[in-house]
Each structure stands twice: as C-alpha cells, then as structure tokens.
C-alpha cells in the first residue's frame, strides 16, 4: 500500500489564487521531505527539501516566496503555490526518504492554472 | 554537461526481446544509483537499486560503472506491461537522504 500521500491529486485554479498541497508520510517519520516539480515531457526537477523544524532549503531558480513551503509535523509537509499563473501548471510530487537511501514518492498532484 | 543523461528514445522493442539502456551521471560524487519506472501521468516507482557489483532482479539486470559514471539497465524476455518510461536516478553528492537528481527518461514501448 501507499506510503506517502498527497493532496489533493488534482487541482484546477484561477490564475492569482493560492493552492496548497499536502504531503504525508503514512506509517513512518520523515524529518525530511522533497518536493519535486515535472513539466510535460520532462524530468522531474527537484524544488526544494523540506524540513521538520527549520527553514525549507530552495534550489536554485526556485522562489522561496513563491512556493511555501511548512513541514509542521514529522509526517507532514505542505506546498503552497501562491499567487498561481498558468507557468506554474505542472505535476508536483513530493518524496520522502525512509531508511538510509531509500525514497518513497506520493502519487502526485496535477495543477492546472487558468 | 547534463547531470545525468538519458536516450530519449523512444525504443520500440518487440515482446520478448531484450533491450538495454544506459546512462551517464556527471557528479562523481554521488553515492546512490537507481532506475525508477514511471508510467504515464503518474509518480515514478522504484524498479532497482543499482549496486558497484551489478545486480539482477528477475528479468532486469542494473550495471554500475563508477570510473565511466556510467549506469546500465538490461530487461530480457520484455512482455508488453513493461512498456514505460525508465528514469536514471543519482542522489546528490554526499549521500544519505539527499534529494535525487532524475534523468529526462528513456521511453520503452513493447509491441505485441
């Protein structure tokens, strides 16, 4: 069964307005989580490692101001696209490592700005 | 150089056949290699790890070549449900629960 989860799966938002996503892990702790962005035919693009009591850490290009990110509790971490446009439409998908190597992916969640 | 470097493909393989894919990686750093499978619209799943001393998993073979930062993926007797697409996957450098750097994918297609 899933580990990590995310919601919602779909999103479908006016242009200007903020969307949350939420990523837990399910039956384990994750100190750690990734938020992972994939545009059509492309790989999927590491935005940023979230962390459980401190400060997200951004990669670069990635706008701290505008992808919130709050890792309010072992098992949880949110995303938090802010003022959307239709360049953020993408599929995002969060991970969460278990174990030394090992990452489990949520399903993913597909936002579509208009 | 890309960090880590697919074909695209896509590779159009008849059921049966055995077909291999490679990758290269640019950061001689990293520690941990891995081939995800990712089926179309959804999040990729983790197919194999890939070890220094290659290792088979059933029909799927991972090869590790650290001097050539090279990585390889060897799947025989294809069958049709493993038409997919096939991403090389690095952890950052200094290991440990470290976020992934993914190739772009190699699509793979069998036919009937």
């Known amino acids: 069964g899933a580990v990590v989860s995310q919601h919602p799966s779909r999103v479908i938002c006016k242009s200007g307005t903020s969307v949350k996503i939420e990523c837990r892990s399910l039956?384990?702790?994750?100190?750690?989580m990734f938020w992972y962005r994939q545009f059509p035919k492309q790989s999927l693009m590491l935005m940023a490692t979230?962390?459980?009591?401190?400060?997200?850490?951004?990669e670069q290009g990635v706008e701290k101001d505008k992808f919130l990110i709050n890792h309010a509790s072992l098992t949880l971490s949110t995303l938090t696209v802010t003022s959307a446009h239709p360049e953020d439409s993408s599929f995002y998908i969060c991970?969460?490592?278990?174990?030394?190597?090992?990452?489990?992916f949520g399903p993913g969640t597909r936002l579509t700005v208009t | 150089r890309k960090e880590v470097e697919q074909d695209p493909g896509p590779f159009n393989v008849p059921e049966g056949a055995t077909v291999a894919f490679n990758c290269t990686y640019s950061?001689?750093?990293?520690?941990?290699f891995f081939w995800y499978r990712q089926d179309c619209r959804k999040e990729p799943k983790l197919l194999m790890s890939v070890y220094s001393s290659g290792n088979e998993d059933g029909r799927f073979t991972a090869q590790l070549n650290r001097a050539s930062q090279y990585i390889s993926l060897l799947i025989r007797d294809s069958k049709l449900s493993d038409s997919a697409t096939y991403l090389c996957v690095v952890n950052r450098a200094g290991g440990g629960a470290d976020g992934l750097t993914f190739g772009k994918g190699t699509h793979l297609i069998i036919q009937p």
């Open positions: 950061n001689s750093a990293s520690q941990s």
């Open positions: 039956d384990f702790q994750a100190t750690t």
């Open positions: 991970s969460a490592p278990r174990g030394r190597y090992e990452q489990y």
């Open positions: 979230s962390n459980e009591g401190s400060k997200a850490t951004y």
